[in-house]
């Protein structure tokens, strides 16, 4: 069924909605001048490709990730703006808002932890490394044998950086079972 069946029988173009709205919470470059196409939706993060499908000359909307469809009525009440008339539906917080924003708060709270955990991360990764290098100079030093005078100082170099790798453990031990992080 084509949307406008009156505009070819009349010859008139159907009536343009404003793209006020869509363009104030939307990115509608992706459009390039369309009237309809899909761009990144705003009501879930991250959106990288655009799941919105948005028509500005019928004033509708869906998105094909999470759901989100309707019209204009409906599109201004998801992203808060008041409608005509200030009615008590525009007042209160939608589902998909009060969904976005929940997401919004655990990204948030990802970010700070990941940021708390991130040095020993890094600590984590320089004891892997240690004992990673201390079993390769140990094989290089088997293979090469114990005749040849670059093995002892490379083993003891090699048993040097492992001590370094097993305290360094100790204290990451330590510190987490202190509780120091949480």
């Given at each position: 069924m084509r949307p406008y069946p009156m505009a070819r029988i009349t010859g008139k173009s159907p009536p343009r909605l404003d793209e006020g709205l869509f363009g104030r919470h939307l990115d509608l470059a992706p459009l390039r001048g369309r009237r309809r196409g899909l761009v990144r939706c705003v009501f879930h993060v991250p959106d990288r490709r655009g799941s919105l499908s948005?028509?500005?000359?019928?004033?509708?909307?869906?998105?094909?990730?999470?759901?989100?469809?309707?019209?204009l009525g409906r599109?201004?009440?998801?992203?808060?703006?008041?409608?005509?008339?200030?009615?008590?539906?525009f007042e209160r917080e939608s589902p998909l808002q009060e969904a976005r924003r929940r997401i919004l708060r655990i990204a948030r709270a990802q970010d700070a932890r990941r940021a708390e955990w991130l040095p020993l991360w890094h600590v984590s990764d320089h004891i892997r490394l240690c004992a990673r290098l201390a079993c390769e100079a140990r094989?290089?030093?088997?293979?090469?044998?114990?005749?040849?005078?670059?093995?002892?100082?490379?083993?003891?170099?090699?048993?040097?950086?492992?001590?370094?790798?097993?305290?360094?453990?100790?204290?990451?031990?330590a510190i987490l079972g202190e509780g120091r992080i949480s």
């Amino acid at each position: 069924m084509r949307p406008y069946p009156m505009a070819r029988i009349t010859g008139k173009s159907p009536p343009r909605l404003d793209e006020g709205l869509f363009g104030r919470h939307l990115d509608l470059a992706p459009l390039r001048g369309r009237r309809r196409g899909l761009v990144r939706c705003v009501f879930h993060v991250p959106d990288r490709r655009g799941s919105l499908s948005v028509d500005l000359d019928r004033g509708v909307f869906n998105c094909f990730a999470c759901g989100a469809s309707g019209g204009l009525g409906r599109f201004a009440d998801l992203v808060g703006e008041r409608g005509l008339g200030s009615s008590s539906r525009f007042e209160r917080e939608s589902p998909l808002q009060e969904a976005r924003r929940r997401i919004l708060r655990i990204a948030r709270a990802q970010d700070a932890r990941r940021a708390e955990w991130l040095p020993l991360w890094h600590v984590s990764d320089h004891i892997r490394l240690c004992a990673r290098l201390a079993c390769e100079a140990r094989q290089w030093g088997t293979v090469v044998g114990p005749d040849d005078p670059r093995a002892w100082p490379l083993l003891e170099r090699a048993a040097a950086v492992e001590r370094e790798g097993f305290s360094l453990e100790a204290e990451l031990d330590a510190i987490l079972g202190e509780g120091r992080i949480s």
